[in-house]
């Protein structure tokens, strides 16, 4: 390794992810080995994940940018502009997965080789910056972590075959592990003590079902009360539902869901309506109980349930992760401008409130709604099923902000260097 100062950087951006059938509980705290299977989809904020999930487009994202060079004396990070300690055990995990498969660099344009053997003697700076609430139940820790292992392979040359990048991120956060691919994501269980068979799979890209909108409905962006690590220590230690749901109940949504993502959207929507609930429900069974909706979150619940049982089919899919914030799936546009006018409706924002930031995300479908101003929508027309124009209905300032968006990719280099997030010359935070 030449001696010359210089710094070698690399920038990722990584989408969130929210699961539609969830995991919740560890039968290993260390390697975070899941007691359940879980799918996820990704919106183009986010993917979905088994653990299913989609990944979500990417308005809701973590961006990092890592950087290596013989200058730096030590490991540091940066969290949203915070320097961070990194001695916690999930992040000298992922290091020093990463450093033991990392293989040679060079960048000729910048006169820079690294062999394999360096990295050992290396250091790295890493900054992080999440576009979204953290810890609030919108699967920031997967976001950040998947961004941070995907970054450092592409800075340290690491291969990801078979998976194993997923097997790292996983950890860093269980989530994180579907937070590497897009579309709808599957994380599979797994038998070995090491964790060497946990890791995830695509079931389906972000182009698979592309008719989907995703609407967000950010409730609360506090930081919740409850980690998602403790809630989910307790609920195995204290709820007599969770092994039932972990032995019985998820393994067969599994299997359904995975047969409802080829565009079965009334099953999705059950599934998906059905495990967030049980989720919660488990929440509920753990002593003390954990409450991470709110009287918001159960208000959205009651409007989707009954639209859809006026439709005789599900038209829209809930699911809540751990928090109050919902998000939604419609099975299309045009039912997405009815779900949005809906929530409208009943969330009018605050007549001060400039409505590009109320509604976040594709603006486009704000014009479909017919809505050009906070004014009109005082002039909403009622949902169907309200009989009559009872201001109390109406939750004035009980959401934040919405966020349309759909199923979205995985995540990506950024290869211009003015989004990086450290200096290309210092290594520290511009």
């Known amino acids: 390794m030449n001696q010359k100062k210089w710094v070698l950087m690399a920038t990722a951006q990584t989408p969130t992810n929210i699961a539609v059938i969830k995991y919740w509980g560890?039968?290993?705290?260390?390697?975070?080995?899941?007691?359940?299977a879980a799918i996820g989809m990704r919106p183009w904020f986010y993917p979905l994940m088994i653990s299913v999930s989609p990944l979500i487009q990417t308005t809701f994202c973590t961006t990092t940018t890592v950087a290596v060079s013989p200058l730096f004396h030590q490991d540091r990070m940066w969290l949203n502009g915070k320097e961070m300690s990194l001695s916690g055990i999930r992040y000298q995990n992922c290091l020093r997965e990463i450093r033991?498969?990392?293989?040679?660099?060079?960048?000729?344009?910048?006169?820079i080789k690294i062999e394999k053997k360096?990295?050992?003697?290396?250091?790295?700076?890493?900054?992080?910056?999440?576009?979204?609430?953290?810890a609030a139940g919108l699967a920031s820790s997967a976001a950040g972590f998947a961004c941070l292992v995907f970054a450092l392979a592409k800075l340290m040359n690491v291969k990801d075959d078979e998976g194993k990048l997923s097997t790292i991120a996983r950890q860093g956060s269980g989530s994180a592990c579907r937070s590497l691919f897009g579309g709808f994501v599957k994380w599979i269980t797994g038998n070995k003590e090491d964790g060497s068979d946990s890791f995830s799979v695509q079931l389906a890209d972000e182009k698979h079902w592309d008719d989907l909108v995703i609407i967000i409905a950010v409730v609360s962006s506090r930081q919740k009360e409850t980690s998602s690590t403790t809630g989910m220590r307790e609920s195995v230690e204290t709820s007599m539902f969770i092994e039932h749901?972990?032995?019985d109940v998820v393994p067969q949504r599994i299997i359904q869901m995975e047969e409802a993502i080829t565009r079965d959207f009334p099953s999705v929507a059950r599934l998906t309506c059905a495990d967030s609930n049980q989720f919660h429900a488990v929440c509920l069974d753990t002593c003390p109980p954990i409450f991470y909706m709110n009287d918001t979150s159960h208000r959205?619940?009651?409007?989707?349930?009954?639209?859809?049982?006026?439709?005789?089919?599900?038209?829209?899919?809930?699911?809540?992760?751990?928090?109050?914030?919902?998000?939604?799936?419609a099975r299309n546009r045009n039912i997405a401008t009815q779900l949005l006018q809906r929530l409208l409706f009943y969330f009018p924002p605050p007549l001060d409130t400039d409505l590009n930031s109320y509604v976040l995300g594709d603006a486009s479908i704000l014009k479909d709604v017919g809505i050009q101003s906070v004014k009109d929508v005082e002039y909403l027309p009622q949902p169907p099923g309200i009989s009559n124009n009872n201001a109390s209905l109406k939750y004035k300032g009980d959401v934040n902000y919405f966020i349309c968006t759909k199923p979205g990719r995985g995540p990506v280099l950024l290869s211009d260097e003015s989004q990086a997030l450290l200096n290309a010359e210092t290594g520290l935070p511009k």
Do not use: C, M
């Open 100 to 111: 033991s498969r990392a293989n040679d660099v060079e960048d000729e344009k910048k006169g």
């Open 26 to 36: 560890k039968r290993d705290e260390t390697l975070i080995l899941t007691i359940t």
């Open 300 to 329: 959205i619940i009651s409007y989707v349930e009954k639209w859809n049982r006026s439709e005789g089919t599900p038209q829209v899919a809930y699911t809540f992760d751990a928090g109050p914030n919902a998000v939604l799936i």
């Open 118 to 134: 360096d990295w050992e003697k290396l250091h790295v700076h890493i900054a992080s910056y999440n576009n979204f609430p953290t």
């Open 245 to 247: 749901r972990a032995k």
